[in-house]
């Protein structure tokens, strides 16, 4: 369960919606041993909350700060993102493009 304090996010993705559309499941195939080998932790494709659809690649810098990058394929948004775990509950997000900034406080419990 998640709870969003804020919301906004004129980038973050719903990695589900354009990267299964197109048969990628939730990633690129053999991104993760592709994202390995260049040192990212993440490298997938997303689609956006503007309509658009984004490559995106990110890495922990730190076990708790996760710091990404979304490149726009159709168009010229790309999107600088930040997460940042506060506790084992509460995740601090931020992103920002050409079209918005924004962020969300989030409160999640796992069982």
Not at 54 to 70: C, D, E, H, Q
Not at 75 to 103: H, P, Q, W
């Amino acid at each position: 369960m998640a709870i969003g304090i804020t919301e906004w996010y004129a980038g973050r993705c719903d990695k589900a919606g354009a990267a299964s559309a197109i048969g990628f499941g939730k990633g690129v195939p053999g991104g993760k041993n592709l994202g390995n080998a260049v040192g990212l932790d993440s490298l997938e494709l997303g689609n956006t909350s503007h309509g658009g659809t984004s490559f995106m690649l990110g890495k922990y810098l730190t076990p708790k700060l996760y710091v990404g990058y979304g490149i726009g394929l159709f168009n010229s948004v790309n999107t600088f993102f930040l997460k940042y775990r506060l506790t084992d509950y509460l995740i601090l997000e931020s992103a920002t493009n050409s079209i918005a900034t924004g962020g969300d406080l989030i409160y999640s419990i796992e069982q």
